[in-house]
């Protein structure tokens, strides 16, 4: 059994031997660095996702834009948005991909995790990630090979701040001798995944978070690390990576590599989302930065051919709407 089987976001995106499907921010075909990311076509985009049976919608989180990065991660501040995107939708997960940890101080985190799982009524899948972006520590006056040791602080300092009432907590970023951090999350706790190693051992990861988010490598590759992930969990804890798509308007395209991801048709676009499922892989996020037709075109193809086949664990209220 798993503590989170009963989390409104984690039971509609997770569950053992089945994948599910979500999106990522911006809802919006784009090139350079700046998506548009307008707030009310986001909003209509997402409750349409939502309506179609996605599983859930992700935010990325970048502290500072890197010109040299090539993107700007993620436009709005993620805990901002994601409250934004909590109060126009009802039922879809909501997570971060992924909150860098290491350059925010972990009592200011948990209390903005813990708000917005209240406020968005237990939705939150809470990535975390130390951070790839060397510009940002030098700026936050954080020593980038202290980030590992910074990021296992902050999954250990929220944890215990979640589950205890006035805790008394030493860290090095942390004196905690009175007051408390509120509000508490309804389950004392938050699920919350690492992203990629973060500067950690897998048997650490496994032990001290909920999940995994990794990034997409070739399928041999990503089975052998989910049966590692898998062993060293001891049971089930979900594993999600992300996906770059270029969804061709026609359906049986064949597959053509992108310098992140692949342009191709929905017939193989369900191949390749079969394999990883039987390698064990439980969500992916599906980011449409690359893709030559409009978003609306692309959510409403994959809502009604391809997420049927990895849904959500409700019903969707949409079925077949004449897409040609």
């Known amino acids: 059994m798993n503590r989170f089987e009963n989390h409104k976001g984690f039971k509609r995106t997770f569950k053992e031997n089945k994948m599910s499907l979500g999106l990522m921010f911006p809802l919006e075909s784009y090139t350079g660095s700046f998506p548009e990311m307008d707030p009310t076509e986001q909003m209509r985009l997402a409750k349409m996702a939502e309506d179609y049976g996605f599983a859930s919608l992700f935010v990325r989180d970048a502290p500072l834009y890197d010109p040299d990065f090539g993107d700007v991660g993620g436009l709005y ?10 109060a126009h939708t009802e039922e879809i997960a909501l997570g ?10 972990p009592l200011h985190t948990a209390k903005s995790a813990a708000t917005l799982e209240k406020l968005s009524g237990e939705r939150l899948l809470f990535g975390t990630a130390s951070g790839d972006r060397p510009i940002e ?7 980038i090979e202290d980030k590992g040791e910074l990021f296992r602080e902050s999954i250990e300092v929220m944890k215990q701040l979640w589950r205890e009432e006035f805790p008394k907590i030493q860290t090095e970023r942390v004196n905690l001798t009175k007051g408390d951090v509120v509000p508490k999350p309804g389950m004392s706790d938050i ?6 190693y973060g500067g950690q051992t897998l048997e650490w990861l496994a032990a001290n978070t909920d999940g995994w988010l990794f990034y ?3 399928l041999g590759g990503q089975k052998k690390l989910i049966n590692q992930w898998r062993a060293a969990a001891g049971g089930f804890k979900p594993f999600a990576m992300p996906l770059a798509i270029d969804l061709s308007e026609r359906p049986g395209e064949t597959a053509k590599p992108l310098p992140v ?9 369900i191949d390749y989302l079969n394999a990883y499922q039987e390698a064990g892989v439980n969500h992916v996020m599906i980011a449409l930065k690359q893709n ?8 409403q193809e994959l809502g009604e051919y ?3 086949k990895f849904p959500a664990h409700i019903e969707p209220k949409y079925s077949f709407l004449n897409f040609k």
């Open 191 to 196: 699920p919350v995944f690492g992203t990629g």
């Open 292 to 299: 030559s037709r409009p978003a609306e075109e692309v959510i």
């Open 137 to 143: 520590f030098p700026a936050f006056r954080t020593d």
């Open 261 to 269: 991801g692949f342009r191709a048709g929905r017939h193989f676009l």
């Open 306 to 308: 391809v997420v049927p």
């Open 216 to 218: 997409p490598q070739d």
């Open 96 to 105: 971060t991909g992924s909150i860098v940890t290491t350059l925010r101080n």
């Open 77 to 86: 501040d993620p805990w901002m948005f994601l409250s934004y995107v909590a």
